[in-house]
């Protein structure tokens, strides 16, 4: 990543969250009237807690947790202790034997070693005592910690109870946007920040998220060192929870990290003069991180395996398939999350996506490896079904030796062998379902669609939603391989990493130093190819890949109603929701819908959709009739798998009556208007007849939220896929026109009536290409095809960049286009459009990257 030199400054109002008038604003409250809230000094702190409370579903819960976990560390040490020290496993195996005076009977207890002899053997065990110690020094930490948290919780339960006028018992049932509406609306009677008169949704989330935010920002810009490519393994994703741990070790909370406190970068950080020094300086303390890794490896290695072993070892008792699951990879938790998205947001939308994710990772299943499992399974079932009759009809086979391991191990053999049996029900369609996976997950690389039915797009995928062993495995040899990527791979990133906090750390009013691409701001870090074109000033240096901006602005708009964004911002969102609307709808636009939008429902876009695919037929992205059927088709495939995943129609059932579902429908279209603009929030509503219908309208308005979603992610991919494909076909006509090789054609080759013998010229600048008579008219009407809010647009110059794709002109010396290649998509490295270009994966760590824009601290 490249760098640039630019200072930490003041820039006037594109980031700000206070309303106009009150960026400077400092409240003054006489002290009569001050409340216990009254400047709370650590927000960060204090909305984190509420949350974590809230997520806990009260104190109780939360502090019976905590200690619970005490004990689960006491019990792991002293166990494991007590097996290795204080057991005579020669009695135990009766490989020994005890003379008894009163029965012939061996018991357990006669496998203990007595006191005296146990605690000998653990003193003279020095590496046994060296892990006594470590283990009670992190166990008294850890109470520490406890004790305090309990202290700070009380305070938090109070500010539940007195303040938001919640009880402990109702916590769980209610939402966190009643909550969050709450805050925001005790903030004009106790203010808990001075700074600011009014709080907004989006200053919450960013106290919560501030350091998640610049995460996602890293993993998106690919700075972290995550992606390596051992020998016999290819590519690989490996991020632990270990690895996360040391990162923000590092970046944000350990000691000589890069903020001073919560909310607020050192200001050696905010320069550019000693940007060298500060990152010999982070080289240094990442290198002494990795060495102390290196030390505790040992301890921490027996550390997860016992955890692992004492966590998993009944589940896998109970069920030998649980290995076989797969789960969502930390890292595309990670990749996955939309800037500003809580961890229960993350979560919920994660789990809508996780059958169909499963479908599609079993429709890869090998052939070969079904046919040995049918056959491995039925022997196995043979031997179980013959151990299974002698036991039942005698059960001293039990006693004899081994019996009761070769049951147990042939029911796991063959519980193994059935999840490389696919359902014979099952039926291969990878396209619909990774659409499916794209409503629900949002980000998705554009080599992927169309390409389903590829072992490469499935182990690319295998990389966000991995197998639980593989998520056991990594989380056991993390301690190993942790300290050699922060020596080895992360150490060389540091002035990239010094160069990222100082470019893209703003400062907002009342919030503190936040991540630049958390503000979602379409002029700062939209992406041309993902409709903020004509409204984006960025630079590929500053643009957010995969649309990470753009979706994530919309899914922050969507799921907080009632946040008041800025005017350019507003346009945006409005624009999409009007084109999205009037697109499902098949309606005409009038020149009162972008105005009256924010009081217009969303239940005719969510209908449309739940209602069935047929409106959604008319969709028109272009004059080219393949792309607007690939789009139409696309957004039914969307439509209906949506349909099927959704849990509506199922939750309305469960009251057994039609007249319940009339209410359910009713709530739903009175509360609507919030969803879309302005006014209370609809999930604040919860508490009307009774806890069932609160609960029920919560769900139903939270699931239309999140197919409102949906819609709008599935539609802009759908359009930067066509985009995409419009800019190709537009930079290969334009070169064909005005490449200097086009002057060498022979007149006979341009006078010839025969439209096969005509072949387009070749360009030093563009790969070999020939076209079919019939592709010449296709790109031509690539020129001419527009997308909404782009009619007119000219046509580039030679010196086209293409965004979205994995290459990118720039003019060269001597007036030549110099093509350089890219990594988007969080790494991804992109196929080319219809196999017309093959690209090599560019270096994590490259000199000659774009050079950023200048970028600012902000208020």
């Known amino acids: 990543m490249a760098h640039f030199d630019t200072e930490y400054q003041r820039l006037e109002a594109s980031y700000s969250d206070s309303p106009p008038g009150e960026e400077n604003l400092?409240?003054?409250?006489?002290?009569?009237?001050?409340?216990?809230?009254?400047?709370?000094?650590?927000?960060?702190?204090?909305?984190?807690?509420?949350?974590?409370?809230?997520?806990?579903?009260?104190?109780?819960?939360?502090?019976?947790?905590?200690?619970?976990?005490?004990?689960?560390?006491?019990?792991?040490?002293?166990?494991?202790?007590?097996?290795?020290?204080?057991?005579?496993?020669?009695?135990?195996?009766?490989?020994?034997?005890?003379?008894?005076?009163?029965?012939?009977?061996?018991?357990?207890?006669?496998?203990?070693?007595?006191?005296?002899?146990?605690?000998?053997?653990?003193?003279?065990?020095?590496?046994?005592?060296?892990?006594?110690?470590?283990?009670?020094?992190?166990?008294?930490?850890?109470?520490?910690?406890?004790?305090?948290?309990?202290?700070?919780?009380?305070?938090?339960?109070?500010?539940?109870?007195?303040?938001?006028?919640?009880?402990?018992?109702?916590?769980?049932?209610?939402?966190?946007?009643?909550?969050?509406?709450?805050?925001?609306?005790?903030?004009?009677?106790?203010?808990?920040?001075?700074?600011?008169?009014?709080?907004?949704?989006?200053?919450?989330?960013?106290?919560?998220?501030?350091?998640?935010?610049?995460?996602?920002?890293?993993?998106?810009?690919?700075?972290?060192?995550?992606?390596?490519?051992?020998?016999?393994?290819g590519e690989c994703v490996f991020y632990t929870r270990g690895l996360k741990y040391n990162f923000e070790l590092i970046f944000f909370w350990g000691p000589g990290s890069l903020f001073e406190n919560e909310w607020s970068l050192k200001p050696e950080y905010k320069r550019g003069g000693n940007r060298l020094e500060l990152a010999d300086k982070l080289a240094s303390r990442i290198l002494w991180i990795g060495i102390a890794n290196l030390l505790l490896c040992p301890v921490i290695l027996v550390w997860q395996i016992l955890y692992a072993f004492f966590s998993y070892t009944e589940v896998i008792k109970r069920e030998p398939g649980s290995l076989g699951a797969r789960c969502w990879s930390l890292y595309g938790r990670c990749y996955l999350r939309h800037f500003n998205e809580l961890d229960h947001e993350l979560m919920s939308r994660l789990s809508k996506g996780y059958k169909a994710s499963s479908k599609y990772m079993n429709c890869f299943l090998s052939p070969l490896l079904t046919v040995v499992a049918k056959n491995v399974a039925f022997f196995a079932g043979s031997l179980l079904a013959v151990l299974i009759a002698l036991t039942i009809y005698d059960e001293d086979v039990l006693a004899v030796e081994h019996v009761l391991s070769s049951i147990t191990l042939l029911g796991v053999c063959i519980t193994i062998c059935r999840s490389f049996i696919p359902d014979k029900h099952m039926v291969f369609c990878p396209e619909q379902l990774l659409r499916v996976i794209l409503a629900h997950i949002h980000y998705m690389p554009d080599h992927w669609q169309g390409n389903a039915h590829r072992y490469e797009t499935r182990d690319q995928f295998s990389q966000l939603f991995q197998y639980k062993a593989v998520f056991i495995l990594e989380e056991l040899i993390s301690p190993v391989v942790t300290p050699f990527i922060l020596i080895f791979c992360l150490r060389r990133k540091s002035l990239e990493i010094i160069d990222f906090f100082r470019n893209f750390t703003v400062e907002v009013i009342g919030v503190g130093d936040t991540c630049s691409f958390a503000q979602m701001d379409i002029r700062q870090h939209g992406h041309p190819a993902w409709m903020s074109e004509g409204k984006t000033e960025a630079s590929i240096y500053q643009q957010a890949e995969d649309g990470k901006t753009e979706l994530s602005l919309m899914h922050f708009a969507i799921t907080n109603p009632q946040w008041q964004p800025p005017q350019e911002t507003t346009h945006f969102i409005s624009q999409l929701k009007e084109r999205v609307q009037r697109e499902a709808t098949g309606a005409p636009a009038d020149a009162h819908t972008l105005n009256s939008l924010s009081e217009s429902e969303p239940r005719s876009l969510v209908a449309n959709l739940l209602a069935g695919p047929s409106t959604l037929a008319s969709v028109h992205f272009g004059r080219d009739s393949s792309l607007t059927n690939r789009a139409a088709v696309g957004m039914s495939d969307g439509a209906s798998a949506l349909r099927s995943l959704s849990p509506i129609s199922s939750s309305l059932h469960l009251r057994g009556s039609l007249s319940a579902a009339h209410r359910a429908v009713g709530h739903t279209s009175a509360m609507s208007r919030p969803m879309a603009g302005s006014g209370t929030d609809a999930r604040t509503v919860s508490s009307g007849s009774s806890a069932w219908e609160g609960q029920l309208t919560s769900l139903v308005l939270s699931e239309y939220a999140s197919t409102e979603m949906s819609i709008h992610a599935l539609y802009m991919h759908e359009l930067h896929k066509q985009q995409s494909r419009g800019e190709l076909s537009r930079h290969t006509w334009h070169r064909q026109e005005s490449d200097d090789s086009s002057d060498s054609v022979p007149d006979d080759v341009r006078s010839d009536p025969n439209p096969h013998h005509r072949t387009l010229p070749r360009s030093h600048t563009f790969p070999t290409l020939v076209a079919s008579p019939s592709a010449i008219p296709s790109s031509a009407s690539a020129i001419s095809t527009t997308t909404p809010g782009q009619e007119g647009a000219p046509l580039q110059s030679s010196s086209q960049r293409r965004y979205g794709g994995t290459t990118t002109d720039s003019l060269g010396a001597g007036g030549k286009v110099v093509r350089s290649a890219r990594v988007p998509m969080g790494g991804w490295a992109e196929e080319g459009q219809a196999g017309l270009r093959h690209h090599d994966p560019v270096p994590e760590e490259s000199s000659e990257d774009e050079m950023p824009p200048h970028i600012h601290k902000v208020t």
């Open 26 to 233: 400092l409240m003054h409250v006489p002290e009569g009237a001050k409340s216990q809230w009254h400047h709370i000094e650590n927000l960060d702190l204090f909305f984190q807690r509420i949350y974590n409370l809230h997520q806990k579903n009260g104190f109780t819960c939360m502090l019976l947790g905590e200690i619970f976990e005490l004990v689960q560390l006491l019990f792991v040490v002293g166990f494991t202790l007590f097996l290795a020290n204080c057991v005579d496993y020669d009695i135990l195996f009766a490989n020994k034997f005890v003379n008894h005076t009163d029965s012939s009977k061996v018991t357990l207890p006669d496998a203990f070693l007595p006191v005296d002899v146990c605690s000998a053997r653990i003193r003279d065990n020095a590496f046994v005592m060296f892990v006594l110690v470590i283990s009670g020094v992190f166990w008294l930490h850890r109470l520490v910690k406890f004790l305090y948290n309990v202290c700070c919780y009380w305070e938090i339960r109070s500010f539940y109870t007195n303040a938001l006028k919640m009880t402990m018992s109702e916590l769980p049932y209610v939402t966190w946007q009643e909550v969050q509406a709450r805050i925001v609306e005790i903030q004009k009677e106790h203010q808990i920040c001075i700074h600011k008169k009014e709080l907004t949704e989006l200053d919450i989330y960013h106290r919560i998220l501030r350091f998640k935010n610049y995460m996602v920002a890293m993993v998106n810009k690919s700075l972290l060192p995550v992606r390596f490519r051992p020998p016999f393994l």
